[in-house]
């Protein structure tokens, strides 16, 4: 099992920035690919980024490309996401998710059943 804990949500001005943190515990992560989801009020799950356990891929989200950088340190068994330029749209409680199975290159699909999932984070940009 794979325990994951978000923080680093937050209400934060248009234009903004915030970093938000994903703790693993449990197992090392080394081995998984880990990704970034959002759900806001009304609306359904939307991929925001994904990097390979290695941390060599990434991808991202249409919407969120060029303004969101996702990264991770497996020797702290912890994930990342920098938020820059927030827009209103943004607003979202976002989830850390780890998905097994893959090699060091791989990165899940969007639409992929990961694995383990945190509680999420509110974050808040106001119009």
């Known amino acids: 099992q794979v325990q994951l804990v978000e923080s680093g949500g937050g209400l934060v001005q248009a234009g903004g920035s915030l970093r938000l943190s994903c703790a693993a515990s449990g197992r090392t992560i080394t081995t998984y690919a880990m990704g970034w989801f959002r759900q806001a009020p009304g609306k359904e799950r939307e991929f925001v980024a994904a990097i390979s356990w290695s941390g060599s891929r990434t991808t991202y989200g249409d919407s969120v490309k060029g303004r969101f950088t996702i990264s991770r340190d497996n020797v702290k068994n912890m994930m990342y996401l920098q938020m820059n330029s927030l827009k209103p749209e943004d607003t979202a409680v976002y989830y850390c998710?780890?998905?097994?199975?893959?090699?060091?290159?791989?990165?899940?699909?969007?639409?992929?059943?990961?694995?383990?999932w945190g509680q999420g984070t509110q974050v808040t940009v106001p119009l």
């Open positions: 998710a780890a998905a097994a199975g893959g090699g060091r290159y791989w990165i899940p699909p969007p639409e992929y059943e990961y694995d383990f």
